[in-house]
């Protein structure tokens, strides 16, 4: 039998594309945007989030699902966070202080249809 040389840049070139395909397959499955911002959600530009008075209506309109974020924990609080300068732009945030809390929300967020505007998990 021929025994077959493979060339260190070939095997270098498969073994980062390996890592490649199971880094992509983990941030799929654990949820995209998390697995790549480190437990943060993906959230739009600034000049496309809603005004901060939008926010908290939908806060108010989703009261249920407010309830069960603030009872994961005695640090959970719910409120419209400001990620972008300007100050009339805003999501929901879902601000915790452990990472119980921090998996509880990701749970009730990950099971409900959401708030209708953009939300995002902060550690404080």
Do not use: W
Request: aromatic share 4%.
């Amino acid at each position: 039998m021929e025994r077959v040389k493979i060339k260190p840049a070939l095997l270098f070139v498969a073994g980062v594309a390996a890592v490649a395909v199971v880094g992509v397959g983990g941030a799929v499955l654990t949820g995209f945007p998390a697995g790549l911002q480190g437990h943060q959600y993906a959230i739009p530009a600034c000049d496309q989030l809603p005004s901060r008075a939008q926010v908290t209506q939908a806060i108010a309109d989703h009261a249920r699902l407010y309830d069960q974020l603030v009872q994961a924990g005695s640090g959970v609080e719910v409120v419209a966070g400001r990620p972008c300068p300007d100050p009339d732009k805003s999501v929901v945030a879902v601000r915790v202080i452990s990472s119980g809390e921090e998996s509880a929300a990701n749970d009730i967020l990950g099971k409900a249809t959401g708030f209708g505007v953009p939300a995002t998990i902060e550690t404080r």
